[in-house]
């Protein structure tokens, strides 16, 4: 991806584009899509696919009498059910004010059957009219790691790695839980040894589908090319990233 956008700035050796610069112009793009798939996702199949790498489906969740914890990485809701005396049932999430209205209606008062939900700071109270509820199962979009490109190369050692990072293998080669991989690869470690005569720099990639990763950095481009003030590369590159 940075040589994507070094080459839609057509500034492939200039000093003046510091990796860190392509690493913040990526993660502009990356917000910009993320924004735009999470207003989507539940009318667009193609959202759904480009998010699939960031969807959590049918988490457990215990309550605390009628209030549920969503977990650290939660971003947006998909969909929530709940156990009540037995049953499970789909929740609706609702609103402050519709929850001051519902009760007042006998056909839209929340029950074993019409179930509701609402967030606040304590956490997300389910509404279900009478009974007792003992479990909830919460499908959700999860927030991405920022993407980077770390500068620093890591050499071979016994505890060279930390375990979940990705790495990029920059330099000669490099051997990994039994692993030989060469200048371009990519892994994931599960140990902390690595060893070889080659270097590594720990990354993080987009979790978008790849599919979208051009668009991604086209917009990075166009983020770059204003920040440079090149505002005839500017204008090019935003158009192309309106178009798609």
Not at 79 to 105: H, I, M
Not at 131 to 138: C, S
Request: aromatic share 12%.
């Amino acid at each position: 991806m940075h040589a994507t956008v070094r080459s839609h700035i057509d500034q492939v050796k200039s000093p003046r584009v510091k990796p860190a610069l392509i690493d913040q112009a990526l993660n502009f793009g990356n917000d910009f899509l993320y924004n735009k798939y999470c207003k989507l996702f539940q009318v667009d199949q193609q959202a759904r696919d480009a998010m699939r790498l960031l969807t959590v489906n049918n988490l457990p969740l215990t309550p605390v009498g009628d209030v549920f914890t969503y977990p650290a990485d939660y971003m947006q809701e998909t969909a929530l059910q709940t156990l009540v005396d037995g049953a499970w049932k789909s929740s609706a999430p609702t609103t402050y004010d519709e929850l001051n209205e519902l009760p007042d209606n006998y056909f839209t008062e929340p029950s074993k059957s019409d179930r509701v939900h609402v967030e606040s700071a304590a956490g997300t109270t389910a509404y279900y009219g009478t009974g007792t509820l003992t479990q909830g199962k919460l499908s959700y979009i999860r927030k991405y790691p920022q993407m980077y490109w770390s500068q620093v190369a890591v050499s071979p050692s016994p505890v060279a790695l930390t375990i979940g990072t990705m790495y990029y293998v920059a330099t000669n080669s490099v051997t990994h839980n039994a692993v030989t991989y060469i200048v371009g690869d990519t892994f994931t470690a599960v140990n902390t040894a690595l060893t070889g005569t080659g270097t590594v720099n720990a990354i993080q990639n987009s979790l978008f589908d790849d599919s979208l990763w051009e668009e991604i950095c086209t917009r990075a481009a166009a983020f770059i090319s204003g920040s440079l003030e090149d505002y005839n590369r500017f204008q090019v590159k935003t158009s192309e990233e309106n178009k798609s």
